[in-house]
């Protein structure tokens, strides 16, 4: 393990960013965040392209490698820092399936179909109503499988790389207007994740390139 | 372990039921497959909702255990098989983390945004061009990553998980008219892939629910 302090090139309110920021948390690694402002294409700029070729984010630069692509990072924290602050997989592999199976639902099966460059290539007229719909088909699912899954969080009573998912997504939920009052079981999940330390932290109202306009009560 | 031989309900054509059973193959787990055919709404039948409330293919009960979520249960089956067959992913966590953020950009990154209930709702007019823009602007992105990850595979010389995504992921290229010759890595490895028998075997048109004009010569 390199001794340097791990980067995180982050946008406060992309949700994949998010996501590892929690991780980084949980963990109780200190790390530096350096912001990179998707709405002025700062993720096209040179300098940026030089350390993340394909200018997305999150990238987090640690141990010495470059790393992006939000599971595949949170699951490098887990494996390198198993022992470290907060356990982010059970150790039984049929509970790491399941645990693995509701990140999936909403890293593969909601995200990417939400994500504002989508949603702007449906067009204008429709973008808001996709987003919803996306949302709420996933959520549907999600909500079903979490009434078998879950304790105080998603998978029995211990935090994992699924709650690390879930609040970010609640948060676009509520940005694209979706009825949380239908999905009690999700709203109490991320109601007990939102008073955790690491979750508080994390939130992008909390982030230095969050704009003062909207930063939260 | 059950002593059952795990069923994988699955549909011929599906990308995320053909990653399973080539992970199965690769294992060299026998397996029984039951065909649900997506066209006719069998993934809505009581019958399957009973099994997959989700109403989603791929489902793989395996080992007293009802899975589903392709990533997750391939995750699953190395480590519950690791040992057997073709292992899927290095020892390394630094190159776990690339397997998995190579894996990422297909199942996340592409997939989902290509998939015809996806496709069908942007648009009959449209729908051609939505999933040929995502997946040649998913690959631009992979060709550049596997120039600096790939050797014979994805990640170096060993088949891993972003195969097992791959070639499904080419197969759909296809369908949807992508130039693969602007990706000579990519159509290289797949090349090198669809010589390995567990790769032809798992070929939809290799599948007991293909219809006969959709076997390839």
Redesign the interface.
């Known amino acids: 393990m390199s001794s340097a302090k791990p980067v995180l090139y982050s946008y406060f309110r992309s949700s994949c960013s998010w996501r590892v920021r929690i991780a980084l948390l949980l963990k109780g690694l200190e790390f530096e965040t350096r912001p990179i402002n998707l709405l002025k294409g700062e993720n096209r700029s040179d300098e940026y392209l030089a350390i993340c070729?394909?200018g997305q984010v999150p990238t987090l630069v640690i141990?010495g490698?470059t790393?992006?692509?939000?599971?595949?990072?949170i699951?490098?924290l887990e494996?390198?820092y198993k022992e470290r602050g907060t356990r982010l997989l059970p150790d039984l592999?049929?509970e790491?399936?399941v645990v693995?199976?509701l990140?999936?639902?909403i890293?593969?099966?909601i995200?990417?179909?939400q994500n504002p460059s989508?949603c702007a290539?449906?067009g204008a007229d429709r973008k808001t109503e996709?987003g919803h719909?996306y949302i709420d088909r996933g959520f549907q699912?999600l909500e079903?499988?979490l009434l078998e899954t879950s304790g105080k969080y998603c998978f029995k009573n211990s935090i994992s790389i699924a709650d690390v998912c879930l609040v970010p997504q609640v948060y676009n939920a509520g940005r694209f207007n979706v009825d949380m009052t239908k999905y009690p079981t999700i709203s109490r999940i991320n109601q007990a994740l939102l008073e955790q330390q690491a979750f508080i932290d994390a939130r992008p109202d909390k982030q230095a390139d969050c704009p003062d306009e909207l930063r939260m009560q």
């Open positions: 070729p394909m141990d490698h790393m992006t692509q939000s599971v595949a990072i699951e490098y494996e390198a592999p049929v790491r399936a693995r199976e990140t999936e639902m890293s593969s099966g995200q990417p179909l989508v290539r449906v996709w719909y699912a079903k499988r």
